[in-house]
C-alpha cells in the first residue's frame, strides 16, 4: 500500500521542521524561509514523483537539502580560486621539509581529557571559528560532519576534485584547532 | 635526506593524512608514512587527539543544532497554504 501525498497538510505537519533543517544549516532566518518556501513549490510540481516508499517528510527534507547545498554552492563561488589556493600549510609549516613551525605547533590545551565543561566551553569557540572559515570550506566540513555526506557527492555537489576535498578538509581542520587554540590561550 | 627522515620531520603530510584517514581509507604506503611519523612525533599526537575532539565537538553542536526547533510565523504559514492551495486547484 502506497502512501499518497498530502499537500494540504504539508504546511501544518512540515513548515516548523524544514525551517529548523534549513536554520541549522544556514544561520540566515531570511535564506531559510525562502527555501522551505521553495522546497513546497518544487514538491508541488513533482507529486506525481513521490512514490509513497518514504514519508512525506523525508522526501520533502530531501528536496530541501539540495536547495540548502545549492545555496552553499552559490555562496562559495565567489573567490572560488582563494578558497582552493590559499595555503594556511604554508603558515604552519616550515617549506623545506614540511616540519611544524615552532609558533604554530600544537601546545596542550587541557581538552584533551574528557571534561564535558571544558567541552561546553569548547563549542562555543569552534562556531566561532567555524563561522571564520572561507565559505567552501565551511560548507564542506558542514556536509561532512553535520549531514554525513558521503566525499563522492560532496564533491559533485560542490564541483571539486576529490584531491582538492581532501586538501580543503585538512586546511579547514588546522584552521580551526589554530583558531580554538588562540581562543583558548 | 633520507626516505626515512624525510617522512619523520613532514607533519605537514602526516597532518594531511590524520585528516584523511578520518573519513577514507589509507593506502598501505600512507599508513606506513603516518606511523613512522607518530612514532617519532609527539606534536603530531597531540595534534591527532586535539583533531578527534573537535570532531566529536562539532557533531555534537551540529546534533544540537539540529534539535532546536524553530518555528515560523502564521503569516507566513497562511500565506503559504493560500499559495498551495491554489495551485493544487489549477
Known sequence: MTIAADPKQWVDRYA???YSY?????D?????????????????????QFRGGSTERTWLTAILKYKVIDVYRKKSSGLR?????HAPEVEFFEAENGHWKEAYAPQVLGVENEDPLAHKELATILQKCLQKLPVL????FSMKHMDEMATETICQEMK???SNFWVIIHRAKLNLRACIQKAWG | MGVIKKIQYNCRHAT???EKRQHTSLSIKERIQLAIHLSGCSVCRLFQRQS????????????RSASQRHTLDDTFKREMQDRINEKLSE
Open chain 1, 137 to 140: 570550506w565551511h560548507s564542506i
Open chain 2, 52 to 63: 578527534r575532539i573537535i570532531n566529536r565537538v562539532a557533531k555534537a553542536l551540529f546534533q
Open chain 1, 160 to 162: 571539486v576534485t576529490q
Open chain 1, 28 to 48: 540566515n532566518e531570511e535564506q531559510a524561509r525562502d527555501l522551505v518556501q521553495e522546497t513546497f513549490l518544487a514538491a508541488l510540481e513533482k507529486l506525481d
Open chain 1, 16 to 18: 516548523d521542521y524544514l
Open chain 2, 16 to 18: 594531511y593524512l590524520i
Open chain 1, 81 to 85: 580560486a582563494e578558497q582552493i589556493d
Open chain 1, 22 to 26: 534549513a536554520l541549522a544549516r544556514l
